[in-house]
């Protein structure tokens, strides 16, 4: 009963004209100095607020390997006289969010409020970023949570490889470590080691900050001031650059498992370097962009080696390096890898095409603005920009700089970017003829 | 549906109803309206104006619940190869013009739907739908494709479940539980079952299910239902319904007699825990008290700082790494309420398990905490201005209720539904669930002896 439907004779491409995001950032400053960025929208009656601190789990200090992190995750736990379950409570009766996140580079809040509360919502907030309790008993008790992911990650393919390939690359660096510690140093930590860590790294010299929803520039004027202007004003010195220490060749890390894990990489380039876009689009090209890129076509929709396959630019506070991940059953692992090395050779040999350029053009500057949909994506990517150092008026300017890219350009800095005589595999599994 | 396994409901009515129901587009609130075309297609369209952007997607009443038996996987299968070549397009070709006009564009499988996705400026939408039609009915599949990708869908079966013991144990566990149901069969496939699927089961499963009156439409974003509705009809609407479209039946459960226990041993274990699942009612039309309170049950048992078993378990008697509860009442027949405790080092899987038992015991006699259960209304109301943020999400919420046998008019009652539910209606409502021989007890362990 299916009627064959003739009325498309071709499908055409509208050539996309150059998008802008839509959004009116305003830069906000305190009374009493605090800078942010806002979005205002009064659209619907909640404001998104983001709030992050430049250093992260990098700033643990010498055998307090996940303080950090262990610290992040106590702030919910209690805070004057509310303990974790009164504070768990209060948060609830409002109906806010709060979400602390650790990472590399930063430590970050993710904060959901309601207007009709916001005033008690930033209350709570504060006590939590200002003047956490570290509990000896809830510290125990997340302590037992991380304790057991840090176990379920040592049996993990993926955290195995991820640990394995991080210790290759960066060595005692911090990046080379997990920044959720290890059960020894997990067990080792005490109630000083997190007050020693939240001092380090919740201060005034580090902070950024944006909203986006329902609130005015000066009503969050205010607010900064009250939720953190108790704030120290400096906090432990920065963590320092590192270079990739990776080797060419192909590691393999044995665990029994039917499908293996390829992490792969070499050294990369900065944000701020000039040739960075066009490595960009170059590394959208091979290796990012959904389905559209070299590697998902040779490695899974040719071959159907793998169900993804991912290369990007990586690129840190401290370090950055061109990065790629893919896997495969343990008896065809190694012609997925044979079919990435010759990916690469090619991409430096025979560059990319005009069409492959204009392509790629086309969808990194129309995917641009779909990102700034909703007021928590929008508050994450502004204090994301501001600790990348760059402007407001960089989402105007973004899309014409992936434009700026020419042919030529693109295919002298692939040679300079992507290093097949580099290329370094951690592979862990039971791969066959590795 | 059908708590307490009465018969089977037709479902022929909720085929056919919508196009009568939706003929003219009726605005539910400021934000969403429905219509439906000719041929049966019901189309919803949910407005958010903030930014020029439109997700469209198509839902089809048709899962890996809907497969004959013999070929588990190929609804998953078929939603792979839907972006192969049709009479109009190359293979690859769909994701390729998505991605050209600055979109992006995926697809996912589960028991009762398939649904196919993309994000693009708004302007692009009329594309959008033309190439959306064009392979609900053009598909053209070659052998090459289907040996290919084949292999994908086998390294993503590695990828999700053979790779990590926890997808295995819940495999076990649901095939333990669905003693008649399609829902006891992995929506990705039993291995051997996927490693023959070839051409004609695609074609066969696309055949009977991909047709626009078992297809719904939904359109978020920067639209107004005036020009969805316009651009619907030109490219969606001479689509001709398959008249032959079955009668949403499949085999239901039997009626449980014995509890069923099974201990999945896998060296790869770190952290053992055990799960307890029992089948439970889902939301029906017109019926959705019993899940709102089966709903609020696993929020009080387990959701969060303040619930029941974390507080019991994690903050007293500190026995459990982690305690929690949930039910998914959004489903077309019977689903599950489980329960986990993941018990702390040197507590054994029976003696979790006991704790387990004792708690749930204490909850359905002790009284409910009014006040918490107070907290959590208040909590889903406000959720409702947080979920306006993410047009994504409610057009979601649409797909998924409405290709579970639900109305429109069921999602927009929900939260007052939610708000009517008492103490008494939770506690009768959780002391029907958890019936014994309704029950799957499951131990994941590295060591079965040890764990005893």
New interface residues.
């Given amino acids: ?5 003739l ?8 050539l ?1 004209a150059p ?1 802008r995001a ?1 959004v009116d950032i305003q830069e906000v400053t305190s009374p009493s100095g605090l800078k942010a960025w806002l979005v205002e ?1 009064h ?4 404001m ?1 607020l983001r709030i992050g601190f430049k250093g992260g789990t990098s700033l643990d200090r010498a055998d307090k390997r996940g303080a950090v992190s262990l610290m992040m995750a106590m702030l ?1 736990e209690g805070t004057g006289n509310l303990d ?2 009164g ?3 209060a948060v ?2 409002l ?1 806010a ?1 709060f979400k602390f996140d650790a990472s590399d580079d930063a430590i970050s809040i993710s904060a ?1 409020m ?1 207007s009709e509360n916001r005033d008690e919502a930033i209350e709570l907030l504060k006590g939590a970023i200002i003047a956490p309790n570290f509990d000896q008993d809830a510290i125990d ?1 997340v302590k ?2 991380i ?2 992911m840090l ?7 993926n955290e195995i490889a991820r640990a394995a390939f991080d210790r290759a690359a960066y060595g005692n660096h911090a990046y080379g470590s997990n920044g959720d510690g290890t059960p020894e140093s997990i067990a080792a930590l005490t109630q000083e080691d997190l007050f020693a860590a939240h001092q380090d790294t919740v201060a005034r010299d580090r902070v950024f900050i944006s909203a986006v929803g329902d609130i005015t520039a000066e009503e969050l004027g205010a607010l900064m001031d009250t939720l953190l202007s108790d704030l120290p004003a400096t906090g432990a010195k920065m963590p320092k650059r590192v270079e990739v220490g990776l080797d060419a060749g192909v590691t393999v890390v044995p665990f ?4 293996s ?1 390829a992490l792969f990489g070499h050294r990369g380039i900065g944000r701020h370097h000039p040739d960075f876009f066009a490595a960009f689009v170059a590394s959208t090209i091979l290796g990012g ?4 890129s070299r590697l998902m ?1 040779e490695v ?9 396959v991912y290369s990007f630019l990586a690129t840190r506070e401290n370090s950055e390096m061109v990065f790629g991940q893919v ?3 343990n008896d ?1 692992v190694a012609d997925a890898i044979d079919v990435i090395k010759a990916e690469w050779e090619r991409l430096v040999e025979e560059g990319v095409t005009q069409e492959e350029l204009d ?1 790629s053009k ?9 990102r ?5 994506p929008i508050a994450n990517i502004l204090v994301g920009m501001q600790m990348q150092g760059l402007s407001t008026d960089y989402v105007n300017t973004r899309n014409d700089k992936v434009n700026a890219v020419t042919l030529d350009e693109i295919n002298r800095v692939i040679k300079e970017v992507y290093l097949p005589d580099e290329l370094h595999f951690t592979v862990v599994g039971q791969p066959e003829g590795l | 549906m059908r708590f307490g396994f009465r018969l089977a409901v037709p479902f022929l009515a909720l085929l056919s109803a919508p196009i009568a129901a939706f003929a003219e587009t009726v605005r539910w609130d400021d934000q969403v309206s429905t219509f439906s075309l000719d041929n049966g297609m019901d189309v919803v369209v949910i407005e958010d104006h ?4 439109v997700v469209h997607m198509m839902w089809y009443r048709a899962g890996s619940a809907d497969e004959k038996p013999g070929v588990s996987g190929v609804a998953h299968f078929l939603e792979h190869l839907l ?1 192969k070549a049709t ?3 190359e ?3 769909f ?3 998505v ?8 697809a996912f499988t589960s028991y009762d739907y398939t649904a196919y996705f993309q ?3 708004s ?2 939408l009329e ?1 959008m739908m ?2 959306e ?2 392979r609900m ?2 598909l053209r599949l070659s052998e090459a494709d289907i ?10 079966r ?2 999700r479940t ?2 990590d013991p926890g997808a295995l144990f819940n495999e076990q566990a649901n095939a333990a539980m669905y003693m008649n149901h399609r829902y006891g069969v992995p929506i990705i496939g039993w291995r051997h079952e996927m490693e023959t699927l070839d051409l004609q089961d695609a074609q066969d499963y696309y ?1 009977q299910f991909y ?1 626009p009156n078992n297809a719904i439409l939904i359109v978020a974003g920067d639209v107004t239902p005036e020009d969805v509705k316009d651009m619907a009809e030109r490219h969606y609407g ?7 479209l079955p009668e949403r039946l499949r085999p239901q459960e039997p009626d449980h007699k014995a509890a069923r226990r099974l201990v999945y041993e896998d ?5 053992p825990y055990v799960s307890r699942a029992y089948l439970a009612p889902e939301r029906d039309n017109g019926d959705q008290k019993t899940a709102a309170a089966l709903m609020l049950a696993a929020e009080l048992l387990g959701d ?3 619930a029941f078993m974390t ?1 019991r378990l ?2 007293e008697d ?1 026995s459990a ?2 305690a929690t509860a949930y039910y998914r009442g959004t489903s077309l027949d019977d689903t599950r309420f489980t329960t986990i405790v ?1 018990p ?2 040197g507590v054994s899987l029976s003696e979790a398990e006991a704790n387990m038992d004792r708690v749930l015991q204490e909850f359905l006699e002790e009284p409910i905490d009014t006040a918490h259960l107070d ?2 209304k ?2 889903m ?3 409702e ?2 979920a ?3 047009v ?1 999400g409610l057009a979601n919420r649409y797909g998924r209720a409405l290709t579970t046998g639900l109305t429109i008019k069921d999602v927009l009652d929900w939260p007052d539904v939610v708000d009517s539910v008492n103490e008494d209606d939770i506690k009768t409502a959780l002391r029907d669930v958890l019936q014994e021989r309704t029950s799957v007890t499951g131990w994941l362990t590295s060591d079965a002896e040890a764990a005893k």
């Fill in positions: 009963m299916r009627q064959i439907f009325s498309i004779t071709a499908v055409f491409v509208l996309a998008l839509d929208d659209t619907i009656p909640f998104a919910e974790a379950r504070y768990a409570q609830d009766e109906a969010s959901r309601l008790r037992g949570q304790q057991s176990q379920s990650d040592l049996k993990d393919p029994d498992t039917p499908q894990v962009g959904g389905f559209e076509e899974r929709d040719k071959r159907g080696l793998t169900y993804g896997a495969s059953a065809r392509h086309t969808y990194l500057t129309g995917a641009y603005p779909l700034f949909d909703g007021n928590g | 903030r930014a020029p952007v972006f009479d109009n397009m293979a690859g070709e994701s390729r013009t991605a050209a006009n600055g979109g992006s564009d995926n994000r693009v400026a302007d692009r594309l033309q190439m039609a064009d009915v053009n040996l290919t990708e084949r292999e994908v869908i086998i390294e993503e590695n990828q053979e790779n055949e047709a001479p689509l001709e319904a398959n008249l032959d060296p790869r274990v770190a952290q969060g700082q303040t507080q994690q903050f500190k790494v982690y993941v702390v080092p907290r959590i208040r909590n109301r406000a959720q201005i947080f306006k943020d993410n994504q």
